[in-house]
């Protein structure tokens, strides 16, 4: 393959095809610099060297009644999450005020369970009311399945965009989980961009897939018109089912970051959850694909730390990108 070809061809506005996505996985560590030039080739294009920045908060923690096998929340894991109810109007708030003295783009307010119930709507459409009202920051909010009666309810209130992951191709997605269905991901992604939400929604990677289902999640949510694409990698959770999985290696990592940049030439590529435990030391290479990434930490893990973050982003060459209303 000639790494460099593909990524002029993609700039030209050609789209990358699923052989040449499956090659991208299965090329060698002896090509992963040529590959993340060719990744890095069409990001810089698109978004120079800028990085944004997103916090994400745990508002509602634990106690899901969903059987994820990879989520210490979930009702299969004998794991010791936090647990809490929905946390209150004022904690929402200052989380908001706290992710924007800290520069991010995006504050991204996250619960567990399968859905939200009309109570913890009410309090979070009102929260992302007033926040949006006080403070300079887009709202991602991430509530699990909707129906497009509570999607509408978001977007009025003031959400910008909406996650839903779909974590694994449709082919793979039931030895992810059986306590809900791919076609109930998929609905409710689609609802989100039908009411107007931006659609933030992509996988959780080393789940024990094949490479194949790696490319056909990418072409699944391409399909689908995804506005943003989180890419997380498994730090695999005591108490969990997946917690006897091998977590994916930095350059397993790197490539399939590498194949989503071709796959979503302008889209937001995140580097997320597991950055620092499966990057290790070569994590700083995520930003020569991905254009931004989760700080201050994620759900139920630590991340290294907003300074180091900074540090790591600084000395790579790139900048935080500041946020215009």
């Known amino acids: 393959m000639n790494w460099s070809k593909l ?8 789209s990358i095809d699923y052989s040449e996505a499956l090659a991208v996985l299965e090329s060698d560590d002896n090509d992963l610099l040529r590959v993340l030039n ?3 080739t069409v990001r810089r294009r698109h978004f120079d060297r ?12 634990g106690s899901c009644t969903e059987d994820c096998s990879f989520c210490s929340q ?5 794991g010791e999450p936090p647990r809490h109810p929905l946390i209150s109007f004022q904690k929402l708030l200052d989380g908001a005020r706290q992710a924007s003295e800290m520069n991010a783009k995006r504050y991204c307010i996250v619960t567990s369970g399968r859905g939200p119930s009309d109570k913890e709507l009410d309090a979070i459409c009102e929260a992302v009311g ?8 887009q709202i991602c909010t991430s509530l699990g399945i909707l129906t497009e009666t509570q999607a509408r309810r978001l977007k009025s209130a003031g959400v910008d965009r909406y996650n839903h992951n779909l974590e694994s191709s449709e082919r793979y997605f039931d030895s992810v989980c059986t306590s809900h269905l791919y076609s109930d991901r998929y609905r409710t992604a689609k609802i989100a961009k039908r009411v107007g939400l931006e659609l933030c929604s992509g996988g959780l990677i080393g789940l024990g897939e094949e490479l194949s289902d790696r490319v056909a999640l990418a072409f699944e949510l391409r399909d689908l ?7 997380n990698f498994l730090d695999p959770r005591p108490g969990t089912p997946s917690g006897r999985l091998q977590k994916p290696s930095p ?13 979503f030439p302008e889209k937001e590529i995140r580097v997320a959850g597991g950055r620092e435990s499966c990057l290790g030391h070569l994590q700083a290479l995520s930003l020569y694909v991905a254009d931004s990434i989760f700080t201050k930490g994620y759900l139920t893990t630590p991340g290294q730390g907003f ?3 900074l540090e790591m982003i600084t000395q790579a060459g790139f900048r935080v990108s500041e946020y215009i209303e």
């Open 225 to 231: 018109g995804a506005d943003s694409i989180p890419l």
């Open 50 to 61: 800028n990085v944004s920045l997103h916090v994400i908060r745990n508002a509602k923690s």
């Open 38 to 40: 060719a990744a890095f």
């Open 7 to 14: 990524s002029h061809r993609i700039l030209e506005g050609t």
């Open 130 to 137: 007033e926040i949006k009202r006080r403070i300079p920051i």
């Open 307 to 309: 300074e180091s973050d």
């Open 74 to 78: 979930s009702m299969v894991s004998k």
């Open 251 to 263: 350059g397993d990592c790197l490539r399939t970051l590498s194949m989503f940049r071709l796959v």
